[in-house]
Each structure stands twice: as structure tokens, then as C-alpha cells.
């Protein structure tokens, strides 16, 4: 047996029915041209005939001195059948279908008697393409990582064999601070250190974000999102071509992530406005980010901040709006860049302290929440790839809403695509998809200002 990190175990310590602790993705493919009517149940049998199974896909909580979830433990046998499965959607077999599906496959806790992850082959879509949804145990790997994993399964070869994200070939071991994620557990894992540290980094932390008035926690206004949620998970997803962000960026002087806050701001300032929940304050995004630059050789270090970015939903201009948000996330990122690994460390701490407290069931303060959403943009592929002869055309990631986080937006490249995917509280967050269609009039409204 192995001990489970301090983080992990939080992760499965907090778990319950209203809040499930996996991540999850959903990934569209067009089957190839010379797919015959088998090729869902071939592609099946190819993943089952893989039994070589990788230690991280074997492990499993354990009972440890009559303490739960403190130790793994690895299954000798584990039941590919079980874990990897395959379904059709009824007809007619269109999108929403399978969002709906991947939703409630999304719900449902995930066995604490076998290892921690699922993923399902859905055929079935009227249009001939097929889906793979996958969800993994946040305690088992994080949210970036589970990304990587199943990108690491496609090749920009169409005709390759297909690759099973339990048995992936090997790669070169990364230093500490190269494997370093950039997501939620992260940056909990910096702050468990700076913890341990003392408070005198949380003292450093706070005397930083004052000198630079930069947003503090709690600072943001309470809003509709930032309640105590259910166990049901209601998932949206889109695409949006990523040239047109470009050009937005470009003519304004921002960045691709400004662009995509800006758009996330004003869907989220529609979507209140139309149910006069919109706040006088502005909402307050966390934004998981590398702070790592590309000529960045230093080898020690922490260099994974979360950020406290001003949306600015309260400045009716689309492009005020992205200019306060640049302005907010330029004086953060400066201001991290300018600190040592320390300080980083702490700064990382007390940003993301409250959301660890939302871990524990009953903690969501009364008071204003720390910030209102989690908004995180993952790296993926820029060019096309394929898995077993079928092209990706999407990968949509699906986060965790937390206890007082009703809904997450966590986005991804693919190609010349950025993929959103939007999970909310099936009882907190009324109507969804309205925020796909804000989304769409944010971007538009930037491009008519700005083009």
C-alpha cells in the first residue's frame, strides 16, 4: 500500500452524493472513410484486447489501520469490461442526445471498490461520428493531467494504432517543477506547503496583494452561482473557431485568455441581467495559469499561481469590459513574476485557500464568497489528430462545480478550435445553455466594437 497525498485524500474525504469528485471529458470523432458498419464494435474489441494496465489505472482506496481513504491499494485483476464500456444513443442520435447522456454519466459517483475511472464508446449520432466520454477520480490525477492523458491516446497519424490511456507508451521523467500542474489540485498542493511553512508566507502573501492592490479573496459580491449545490450535473458544450479570438486579441491589444475571460464575463453578466440577479459589484473569476515562461530555465521553483481576475460585469462596454479584465490579469501576473518561489507559494495559498475550505461540507462562509467561478483554459493540440483512424473534431472538458461554485468553465485548443464546456448544478444553474448562446453574443459584441 502507499499513502494517499494529504490533497488526494481531501478529494475523496469530501466526496458525496452532491459532490462528486471526478473530472471528465467528451470527445467527438468522425470515423474514418472506409469505416464499415462494425467499426464502433471493432474499435471496442481493439480497446478490451489491450490488458496491460499502468499502476495509476490500478489503484484504488484502501483501509489503513482502520482509517478510510488513507492508503491505495492496486488490483491485481481489474475488469476492463467494467471500466471500459460501450453505448448507443436512441434516435435520432443528435448532439444534445449525447450531452444529456455525458451529463448523467457525469452525476454518478464513481466505485471506491475498483480504481478510479470509467470511459464509455457511444455510438449511435444520426451524423455517423462517435463519442468517447472518460472520467477519473480527482484524487487520482488532476484535471490538466486526465487532459494530457487522454491527448496522449491521439496521433497526428490517422493510421495508427489506437493508444489506451491505461497502458500509454512511456516518456521522458520531468523535473518537479515541469510536472507541476496548472489546475486546482496544483495549486492546493501549494498551499499545503506554504501550510506547513507557517504563517509568516500567508502574512508575506497578504502584504503583497495590498501593496499591489491586487484583489483580495472575499472580495467578490454573493450571486446565484455561489450556493450550496446537488449531486445532479447538467453539461453544455460549444466550439468557436479560434482565429476569431485571434483577431480580437490582435486588434485590441490583449491576449487569447483576456479574449476568452471577456467572453466568459459577458455571457455570465447576460445571464444574470435576464434573471435581475445581476450584482452592482463586479464578479471575480479564479484562474488556475503557469507562470512559467517559455525561456524559462530556472529548474527549482514553484511556478503555478491562481489568479484573481476583475470580469468587470459591471461596465456595460465590451471593450472596457476586456480592458479592465486585461488590466486585472497583467498587474497579477506581474506581480507573481516579480516574486520569489516562496512567495509564490504563499501568494498561490491564500488565493486558493477558500475554495479547499468549500471542500468541507457545511464551511461555504456567509459572508461574500472568495470569487464566484473557476475559469481555466487547458493546452491542447494545435493540429489535427486521430485516434484509430478517426479524426478528432472536439474535446470537450468537464470540470467540478463545488459546494458554493455552482458552475465551471473550462475550455480547451483543438486545431483551430477552442472547445468550451460548461458544468453547472442541475438545480442551481436554471437554463444553461442560455450561457452558450451570451457566449456567442460576448464574442460578437467584441468583434463589432473592435473590427
Not at 491505495?72 to 443528435?94: M, S
Not at 450535473?233 to 480580437?248: A, D, F, G, M, N
Not at 488556475?288 to 521553483?301: F, Q
Not at 453547472?424 to 460576448?442: F, I, K
Request: net charge neutral.
Amino acid at each position: 500500500m502507499d499513502l494517499i497525498a494529504p490533497i488526494d485524500a481531501v478529494f475523496l474525504l469530501a466526496e458525496s452524493r452532491e459532490h462528486p469528485m471526478h473530472v471528465g471529458g467528451l470527445q467527438l470523432f468522425e470515423a474514418p472513410e472506409d469505416a464499415g458498419p462494425d467499426f464502433g464494435r471493432e474499435t471496442y474489441e481493439k480497446l478490451l484486447s489491450c490488458k496491460k494496465i499502468d499502476s495509476t489505472f490500478r489503484k484504488r482506496p484502501a483501509t489503513l489501520f482502520g482509517a478510510p481513504q488513507m492508503a491505495w491499494t492496486r488490483e491485481d485483476d481489474v475488469e476492463l469490461e467494467y471500466h471500459v464500456r460501450r453505448l448507443a444513443l436512441p434516435r435520432p442520435g443528435r448532439i444534445d442526445q449525447l450531452v444529456e447522456l455525458a451529463s448523467g454519466l457525469h452525476s454518478t459517483l464513481l466505485d471506491r471498490h475498483r480504481p478510479l475511472w470509467e470511459i464509455y464508446l457511444i455510438e449511435g449520432l444520426a451524423d455517423g461520428r462517435f463519442a468517447v466520454y472518460s472520467k477519473m477520480h480527482h484524487a487520482l490525477i488532476d484535471g490538466v493531467s486526465a487532459q494530457r492523458v487522454m491527448q496522449r491516446t491521439l496521433t497526428n497519424e490517422a493510421d495508427a494504432e489506437p493508444r489506451v490511456p491505461w497502458n500509454l507508451p512511456r516518456t521522458p521523467r520531468k523535473s518537479a517543477t515541469e510536472s507541476t500542474s496548472s489546475g486546482i489540485r496544483g495549486v492546493a498542493r501549494n498551499m499545503l506547503s506554504a501550510a506547513a511553512s507557517g504563517p509568516t508566507l500567508l502574512r508575506t502573501a497578504r502584504s503583497i496583494l495590498l501593496q499591489q492592490q491586487l484583489t483580495m479573496p472575499f472580495e467578490a459580491p454573493r450571486t446565484m452561482f455561489n450556493v450550496p449545490i446537488g449531486g445532479a450535473r447538467r453539461t453544455v458544450v460549444r466550439s468557436w473557431p479560434l482565429e476569431r479570438i485571434k483577431q480580437v486579441k490582435k486588434a485590441t491589444g490583449s491576449t487569447v485568455n483576456d479574449v476568452v475571460l471577456a467572453m466568459s464575463s459577458g455571457a455570465l453578466r447576460a445571464y444574470l441581467a435576464e434573471r435581475n440577479e445581476l450584482p452592482d459589484k463586479p464578479l471575480i473569476a479564479m484562474v488556475p495559469m503557469s507562470l512559467r515562461s517559455a525561456d524559462d530555465t530556472e529548474t527549482n521553483g514553484v511556478k503555478v499561481g491562481a489568479v484573481l481576475c476583475n470580469l468587470g460585469t459591471d461596465v456595460a462596454d465590451p471593450l472596457e469590459r476586456l480592458g479592465v479584465i486585461t488590466e486585472s490579469m497583467r498587474k497579477s501576473k506581474g506581480v507573481y513574476s516579480s516574486l520569489s518561489s516562496t512567495q509564490t507559494m504563499a501568494l498561490s495559498a491564500l488565493m486558493l485557500s477558500p475554495l479547499a475550505l468549500s471542500l468541507l461540507p457545511g464551511l461555504i462562509p456567509h459572508t461574500n464568497p472568495a470569487f464566484n467561478i473557476v475559469i481555466s483554459n487547458v493546452p491542447g493540440p494545435r493540429e489535427p489528430m486521430y485516434w484509430n483512424g478517426a479524426r478528432l473534431d472536439a474535446s470537450y472538458p468537464m470540470s467540478i462545480p463545488f459546494d458554493g461554485q455552482a458552475v465551471n468553465i473550462t475550455l480547451t485548443t483543438n486545431g483551430g478550435n477552442l472547445d468550451f464546456g460548461l458544468v453547472g448544478c442541475r438545480r442551481s444553474v436554471p437554463e444553461l445553455p442560455r450561457l452558450l448562446d451570451h457566449l456567442e453574443d460576448a464574442l460578437t459584441a467584441m468583434e463589432d466594437a473592435a473590427l
